[in-house]
């Protein structure tokens, strides 16, 4: 088992990779009352096109990641939550663009919840009549994510901003697209993806690592796994420009709701390249529109915004981009606001105070979450797939410049890269 101290932060993270392939951290916080663990694929909602080992192109209906996860929690003769529930355990799942996460918290009975997590998932049960079943449950599901105007504001800005990548595409899929998955199409995909070598398992919290690893290796050691498959993704060449510069929809909000994308032009960094253009895209947003702002104090005083405003920035290997906005009475003057305000932040560049001052609030902020370990159990491995480590985030932040930070600005805030997704009321008062 290895050992990697981060001294400044008073962290210890132990990691060792099984002979299975999994990758399993421990990251120990003694004082802490309640533990952390989550096993998560490497697999999301945007990795529905394949090639096998064999050769074989796969092409999947789309939601299918989410639609497994769905099913992972069905087995023949065991009821997964009563289970935790019986353990003392609050269990839950999620699937995102790139990664489908499993995971639980407890006070007590670590040993048998964590058993519990590892034999479920690697435990796939599916009957044509349960998926069958499931179509239903996840079309109602499907169809109360088109009336939600926050998901929707925010899923038309990824279809106005990307052409062809699949992240424009719903991760629950359509009723449509549900419909024609099979017992055999989740199967394939789990033998694919959910594999101990495109996993990894995380637990935080209060416990002892040595026993806590001896457990993870005495259940996998009882299992036997294929060799690990080669995964090859196959994504669309995505092009640069956005899709559309603007769509609008009608649903029924009391404030319209306005979100303003910014599309990066370039995409496949990995590792430290792809945290410190994550940092600096965050240091700009912060500076230019954080709530010590002259623009947030000015929008906020004459009531354009609400305190729904916010922004955030996405990077992937494959794909990344900026969001700012929420509600607000008038849309288009917001966007109109927004555009100057970075337009006239470009041109004066970035203030050197602003600028410590911002880095001093995400390195206070980072500081503070990392006693959550909910935080540091949804960060760790999204970090770790991409390359790089959720403790290294303090001294990369620490590394940056101003000058990185206004590069960063004038690469990335780009008219020609900027799209707008607007929710209207669904009756419009003239």
Same mark, same amino acid.
């Given at each position: 088992?290895?050992?990697?101290?981060?001294?400044?932060?008073?962290?210890?993270?132990?990691?060792?990779?099984?002979?299975? !392939?999994?990758?399993?951290?421990?990251?120990?916080?003694?004082?802490?009352?309640?533990?952390?663990?989550?096993?998560?694929?490497?697999?999301?909602?945007?990795? $529905?096109?394949?090639?096998?080992? &064999?050769?074989?192109?796969?092409?999947?209906?789309?939601?299918?990641?989410?639609? @497994?996860?769905?099913?992972?929690?069905?087995?023949?003769?065991?009821?997964?939550?009563?289970?935790?529930?019986?353990?003392?355990?609050?269990?839950?799942?999620?699937?995102?663009?790139?990664?489908?996460?499993?995971?639980?918290?407890?006070?007590?009975?670590?040993?048998?919840?964590?058993?519990?997590?590892?034999?479920?998932?690697?435990?796939?049960?599916?009957?044509?009549?349960?998926?069958?079943?499931?179509?239903?449950?996840?079309?109602?599901?499907?169809?109360?994510?088109?009336?939600?105007?926050?998901?929707?504001?925010?899923?038309?800005?990824?279809?106005?901003?990307?052409?062809?990548?699949?992240?424009?595409?719903?991760?629950?899929?359509?009723?449509?697209?549900?419909?024609?998955?099979?017992?055999?199409? *989740?199967?394939?995909?789990?033998?694919?993806?959910?594999?101990?070598?495109?996993?990894? @398992?995380?637990?935080?919290? $209060?416990?002892?690592?040595?026993?806590?690893?001896?457990?993870?290796?005495?259940?996998?050691?009882?299992?036997?796994?294929?060799?690990?498959?080669?995964?090859?993704? @196959?994504?669309?060449?995505?092009?640069?420009?956005?899709?559309?510069?603007?769509?609008?929809?009608?649903?029924?909000?009391? *404030?319209?709701?306005?979100?303003?994308?910014?599309?990066?032009?370039?995409?496949?960094?990995?590792?430290?390249?792809?945290?410190?253009?994550?940092?600096?895209?965050?240091?700009?947003?912060?500076?230019?529109? !954080?709530? &010590?702002?002259?623009?947030?104090?000015?929008?906020?005083?004459?009531?354009?915004?609400?305190?729904?405003?916010?922004?955030?920035?996405?990077?992937?290997?494959?794909?990344?981009?900026?969001?700012?906005?929420?509600?607000?009475?008038?849309?288009?003057?917001?966007?109109?606001?927004?555009?100057? !305000?970075?337009?006239? *932040?470009?041109?004066? !560049?970035?203030?050197?105070?602003?600028?410590?001052?911002?880095?001093?609030?995400?390195?206070?902020?980072?500081?503070?979450? @990392?006693?959550?370990?909910?935080?540091?159990?949804?960060?760790?491995?999204?970090?770790?797939?991409?390359?790089?480590?959720?403790?290294?985030?303090?001294?990369?932040?620490?590394?940056?410049?101003?000058?990185?930070?206004?590069?960063?600005?004038?690469?990335?805030?780009?008219?020609?890269?900027? &799209?707008?997704?607007?929710?209207?009321?669904?009756?419009?008062?003239?």
């Amino acid at each position: 088992m290895q050992t990697t101290v981060f001294e400044q932060l008073g962290e210890t993270v132990y990691h060792e990779t099984l002979p299975n !392939g999994l990758a399993v951290y421990l990251v120990p916080k003694q004082g802490f009352s309640k533990t952390y663990a989550v096993f998560t694929t490497r697999y999301g909602s945007i990795d $529905s096109h394949f090639r096998l080992k &064999s050769g074989e192109e796969v092409h999947v209906p789309d939601g299918i990641a989410h639609f @497994l996860e769905h099913k992972m929690f069905e087995k023949k003769e065991m009821d997964v939550m009563h289970e935790f529930s019986r353990n003392g355990a609050s269990c839950n799942a999620f699937t995102s663009f790139n990664r489908t996460a499993y995971l639980f918290s407890c006070t007590d009975n670590l040993d048998r919840n964590l058993n519990l997590l590892l034999n479920y998932v690697q435990e796939p049960y599916f009957t044509d009549a349960s998926v069958e079943k499931e179509k239903g449950i996840i079309g109602q599901e499907i169809t109360m994510y088109d009336d939600n105007p926050d998901w929707k504001v925010y899923m038309n800005l990824l279809k106005a901003m990307y052409q062809k990548f699949p992240i424009k595409i719903e991760i629950a899929g359509t009723i449509e697209s549900i419909s024609h998955i099979t017992k055999e199409y *989740l199967y394939q995909c789990y033998e694919t993806f959910y594999h101990p070598g495109n996993m990894v @398992l995380l637990v935080v919290g $209060s416990f002892d690592p040595e026993t806590v690893m001896k457990w993870v290796r005495d259940n996998q050691a009882a299992k036997e796994f294929p060799p690990t498959p080669k995964i090859e993704r @196959l994504f669309p060449e995505e092009p640069a420009p956005v899709a559309e510069s603007r769509v609008e929809a009608n649903l029924a909000v009391g *404030l319209p709701k306005c979100l303003i994308g910014f599309k990066e032009k370039t995409n496949g960094l990995t590792g430290e390249a792809l945290l410190k253009r994550e940092l600096t895209t965050k240091l700009v947003l912060d500076i230019a529109f !954080g709530t &010590s702002s002259a623009l947030y104090q000015k929008w906020y005083g004459s009531g354009l915004i609400t305190e729904s405003f916010d922004f955030d920035y996405s990077g992937e290997k494959e794909y990344g981009y900026s969001i700012i906005g929420g509600d607000t009475p008038d849309p288009d003057k917001l966007v109109a606001e927004v555009q100057q !305000g970075i337009g006239e *932040l470009m041109q004066r !560049g970035i203030d050197q105070q602003d600028f410590e001052r911002a880095k001093r609030k995400k390195i206070g902020l980072f500081l503070r979450s @990392l006693n959550s370990v909910e935080f540091i159990a949804n960060q760790f491995t999204s970090y770790k797939f991409n390359g790089t480590e959720l403790f290294s985030v303090v001294p990369a932040l620490e590394s940056i410049t101003r000058e990185e930070v206004e590069a960063r600005m004038r690469e990335h805030f780009l008219t020609e890269q900027m &799209s707008v997704s607007i929710v209207r009321s669904a009756s419009p008062q003239e």
